[in-house]
């Protein structure tokens, strides 16, 4: 039954035994779709340690992190694969009481590669920050810096954290 809205509300149990994905319930007057999936529990967590400190173009940039499990042991001397991706973008500006920003440019990834965890479950990317030559630096563009840590487990399962750096003229 509807309420004064029109809207209504009710459950209903899921087909059990079949293949999972999108299912459809309806009848005469419409339907809608819907999407029913296995549910996982993650065994594993992955965060970065927040960025201190402050750097330079075309200089190192450390980011550190850890590995664990939910139950709080650590993840030692599993890989860890990161990706170092670029984008830049520019501050607004005046111009004849107009105000306007170019446009950020396109995603590069810069850097990838395997490092370790330690005992402890940390570990550390290091990357330099290199700039977009083809961007004068009289535009004033800030460059950020995604940093994409992948933590493979013994079991193959994989968990992902990203960490931001930007860096500017």
Do not use: H
Not at 7 to 17: I, M, N
Not at 34 to 45: A, G
Not at 120 to 140: C, M, N, V, Y
């Amino acid at each position: 039954r509807t309420n004064e809205f029109g809207s209504f509300s009710g459950s209903f149990l899921a087909p059990e035994g079949q293949v999972t994905g999108q299912m459809r319930i309806g009848d005469a007057f419409g339907d809608v779709s819907f999407s029913v999936e296995d549910y996982k529990r993650p065994k594993l967590e992955v965060d970065f340690d927040p960025v201190v400190g402050s750097f330079k173009l075309g200089t190192a940039v450390k980011v550190s992190g850890k590995a664990m499990t939910f139950a709080g042991a650590n993840l030692a001397d599993v890989p860890v694969n990161y990706r170092v991706v670029r984008s830049a973008t520019f501050p607004w500006c005046r111009f004849w009481g107009w105000e306007y920003s170019l446009p950020s440019t396109p995603a590069m990834e810069i850097e990838n590669g395997t490092v370790q965890t330690n005992s402890e479950g940390k570990f550390e990317i290091e990357f330099t920050a290199i700039p977009d030559e083809s961007l004068e630096g009289s535009w004033r563009p800030k460059f950020n810096y995604e940093v994409i840590a992948d933590v493979v487990d013994i079991t193959g399962e994989t968990q992902s954290a990203t960490q931001n750096v930007s860096v500017g003229y």
